[in-house]
């Protein structure tokens, strides 16, 4: 069986606010290393290059729609763009900032990804690179600020967590599985489910 990976195309079911601003939404996916050396690098972060400029990177974002709730969007815009699957955690705030290509604010809401699985193959995989970096390679080579922003919340968020204690870095829980969703036999998003 052939299974086609696409990502979801135009702006017919585009979400916007009573302002006019499209909703945004979209990841840091992140993992902890279970034996860093040093605590500032106990986190590392997936950037993925933009699509128009391949140099440029940013954390997996896109257009929330109308027949999706905001965790399958921002399943979907990291499956798509990043190819990685993990736990969504609470969310890390919401920004309003002016697009870069169309000149018009736009409103985002990111959240932080544990990743669990990268995938080989994912729908913008010829159109974008992805690479694991540290936090400090990724607010230096980051050029959006409320991206920036959103990871220094996530930084702040972690480091009241005990990520180079005694204790391993414990695992995600077994019981959690990934729900394919899928429209017209093409795999269009993911969602985690615990179970």
């Known amino acids: 069986m052939t299974v086609a990976l696409v990502s979801r195309q135009g702006r017919q079911l585009q979400r916007?606010?009573?302002?006019?601003?499209?909703?945004?939404?979209?990841?840091?996916?992140?993992?902890?290393?279970?034996?860093?050396?040093?605590?500032?690098?106990?986190?590392?972060?997936?950037?993925?290059s933009s699509s128009k400029k391949r140099q440029e990177i940013m954390f997996?974002?896109?257009?929330?729609?109308?027949?999706?709730?905001?965790?399958?969007?921002?399943?979907?815009?990291?499956?798509?763009?990043?190819?990685?699957?993990?736990?969504?955690?609470?969310?890390?705030?919401?920004?309003?900032?002016?697009?870069?290509?169309?000149?018009?604010?736009?409103e985002a809401v990111m959240f932080p990804l544990n990743v669990t699985e990268e995938l080989y193959y994912w729908p913008e995989k010829a159109l974008r690179t992805r690479k694991w970096i540290s936090v400090a390679e990724a607010m230096a080579e980051c050029k959006h600020s409320w991206m920036k922003e959103a990871l220094a919340r996530l930084v702040t968020r972690l480091s009241s967590e005990d990520l180079v204690g005694d204790d391993p870095v414990t695992a995600p829980t077994p019981n959690s599985s990934v729900v394919y969703i899928k429209r017209n036999e093409a795999i269009v998003g993911v969602q985690t489910t615990s179970g």
């Open 60 to 106: 997996p974002k896109g257009g929330w729609e109308q027949d999706e709730s905001i965790i399958q969007a921002a399943y979907r815009e990291t499956f798509e763009e990043a190819g990685v699957l993990g736990h969504l955690e609470d969310s890390l705030g919401r920004w309003r900032y002016k697009s870069k290509s169309h000149d018009k604010i736009h």
């Open 16 to 48: 916007y606010n009573s302002c006019g601003s499209r909703l945004i939404v979209g990841c840091i996916p992140y993992k902890v290393k279970t034996m860093p050396c040093d605590p500032d690098q106990a986190v590392e972060v997936l950037v993925i």
